[in-house]
């Protein structure tokens, strides 16, 4: 307790965090109900429903699972405009689908290796031709070159 005489500094600022301290939200019970409307009915992520409840995102995944309500297949989101492969286009759903410009581009260095062009002389044509990497930029590398067309064998492999 502080002495009568002695000055409190800053009493508003006290005041206020009593006063927020009593206004701390408390956990929403989280039965079949509200998680099979919000989970299920509203498709939102167990991130999303922790925070409506004031909840962990263990906690809601844990109360899935006690209620028997099954766990979504994961969406592909490791892919963004950064790390897309060069010939591949990123969906909104995270999803890739072919790029057909990209493609008639990986077809000509394809092309252009079979003859017997090394992966810089490849960069050089691309590069003379004004085509730009997936980031928009002008130089291409030989490594970018080997990865695009090294990918496209390997998904023509495995189609095989």
């Not at 592909?76 to 950064?82: D, E, L, V």
């Not at 930029?137 to 990865?147: A, L």
Request: aromatic share 4%; with cysteine; glycine share 4%.
């Amino acid at each position: 307790m502080v002495h009568p005489t002695t000055s409190v500094p800053n009493k508003d600022l006290l005041h206020k965090t009593v006063m927020i301290s009593r206004l701390k939200p408390r956990h929403i019970e989280l039965d079949y109900a509200l998680l099979h409307k919000k989970y299920v009915v509203e498709g939102l992520q167990t991130g999303e429903i922790a925070k409506q409840t004031f909840s962990s995102k263990s906690r809601v995944r844990d109360a899935l699972k006690a209620n028997g309500i099954p766990f979504k297949k994961r969406i592909n989101t490791s892919f963004n405009k950064i790390n897309t492969p060069y010939g591949k286009a990123l969906l909104p759903n995270g999803q890739l689908e072919d790029c057909p410009r990209e493609i008639k581009i990986i077809a000509l260095m394809a092309d252009m290796r079979s003859q017997g062009s090394t992966y810089k002389a490849i960069c050089d044509e691309l590069q003379s031709r004004g085509v730009k990497t997936k980031m928009g930029r002008d130089n291409w590398s030989s490594e970018s070159v080997k990865r695009a067309m090294k990918r496209v064998e390997d998904e023509k492999r495995q189609s095989h």
